[in-house]
């Protein structure tokens, strides 16, 4: 048995389903969970979760609301230094064998203070650790994100890369996996039916609902946290099984940016529409590849995706032969990496000592 100490963003659900994920696949290790927000209330069903704040994003208008998420910051980096404080008593306290974190901000720092082997496992990297095409109208974006991700949470030992697609790696000591999937999506049996699925996780777009009544199909909409019908619109509240079921069940999705998501709607081969939120360079960087992937449209706003929405209907047959092309399920992967950093405190430079 080993002890894990995780680290989870918070801010959204994808760390903390990630997480779950790989915590149930090990019962017999022992963990514990550093987090906050919706990830540490996901987290504390299951698992001894302490709580600590993170550096957080905020959003507006289907935007990052840039002034906002700085003035928000202020309180966290005024706080820094006690904050680590308090999480390398927690490591004395649980004696962790090693740990993981999915882009949170102290762990990695405490960890690399007391010389813990820390695993960087999330999307986020891919940003900074491949290489892409940056077209010039995402060179800030590219250029503030990239910057808070190299200088904020780039500081495990190791790190791991889970993505929907492959990009040219910049170091050759990272590796690259396909997604990791829960395993209520892998249990149920993807189908074909005439309904959308929508989804905004920031419930920040304010002509999302108009749009969707204008597409002419049945839509169950996801995200807004109400239960009622507006004509062709089905507002659902969140349910894990209910969810997957529309999920695995519709036509095509129609989504932000997001990459747990995308990655379970490619899985299930649905072609898919993504809405990135402007200034979140990970967020276009996911929907840039579902387009260049042939896997649906990178929208760049509402109406214009409108117009295109006959033309993308018609493509429906293509996009999803385009999806069995790829792979979306990486978890014996994952895990065979994960086995390995555990018992060996650092992922292997090659594929030698992989169960």
């Given amino acids: ?17 990630r997480a779950l994920t790989i915590a149930r696949h090990y019962p017999e290790h022992e963990f514990m969970f550093v987090s ?6 996901l987290l504390k069903g299951e698992f001894p979760v302490t709580w600590f ?7 507006r208008a289907h935007r990052v609301d840039a002034f906002s998420t700085v003035v928000s910051n202020l309180r966290f980096f005024y706080q820094q230094k006690n904050l ?9 306290e649980f004696q962790p064998d090693v740990a993981i974190s ?19 496992l999330d999307h986020q990297h891919i940003i900074t650790l491949c290489s892409h095409p940056i077209p010039s109208s995402q060179t800030f974006s590219y250029f503030t994100t990239g910057s808070a991700v190299r200088h904020l949470f ?27 999937l829960r395993q209520s999506v892998l249990e149920i049996e993807p189908r074909c039916g005439e309904h959308i699925v929508a989804y905004q996780s920031t419930s920040t777009f304010k002509q999302f609902s108009l749009f969707l009544q204008m597409l002419g199909r049945p839509v169950k909409v996801y995200g807004f946290n109400c239960d009622h019908t507006e004509g062709r619109l089905h507002f659902k509240k969140h349910s894990e099984h209910g969810f997957l079921e529309d999920l695995a069940s519709c036509s095509y999705v129609i989504c932000g940016g997001g990459h747990t ?19 979140l360079f990970e967020q276009f960087l996911n929907s840039f590849y579902i387009e260049k992937s042939g896997y649906g449209i990178n929208a760049k ?12 209907e018609s493509r429906l047959d293509q996009f999803k032969a385009n999806i069995k092309l790829g792979k979306f399920k990486g978890n014996a992967e994952i895990y065979s990496l994960l086995d390995y950093f555990i018992r060996e405190k650092k992922l292997p430079t090659d594929s030698a000592g992989l169960n």
């Avoid at 680590?84 to 004395?92: H, K, Q, T």
């Fill in 154 to 180: 780039s500081n495990a030992s190791d790190y791991m890369v889970i993505s929907f697609f492959s990009a040219p790696l910049k170091r050759q000591n990272v590796k690259l996996t396909p997604p990791l």
């Fill in 1 to 17: 048995m080993a002890r894990i100490l995780y680290g989870v963003h918070g801010t959204c659900n994808g760390h903390a389903i």
């Fill in 84 to 92: 680590i404080g308090s999480v390398l008593r927690l490591i004395d």
């Fill in 36 to 41: 906050h927000d919706r990830g540490a209330a």
């Fill in 53 to 59: 704040p993170n550096p957080d994003t905020r959003f």
């Fill in 261 to 279: 998501l995308i990655s379970e709607a490619l899985f299930y081969g649905k072609p898919v529409i993504s809405f990135p939120i402007a200034n």
């Fill in 102 to 120: 999915d882009y949170e901000f102290l762990l990695p720092r405490a960890s690399r203070h007391v010389g813990l082997p820390c695993l960087s």
């Fill in 301 to 312: 706003g509402l109406k214009t995706t409108l117009d295109r929405i006959p033309t993308f």
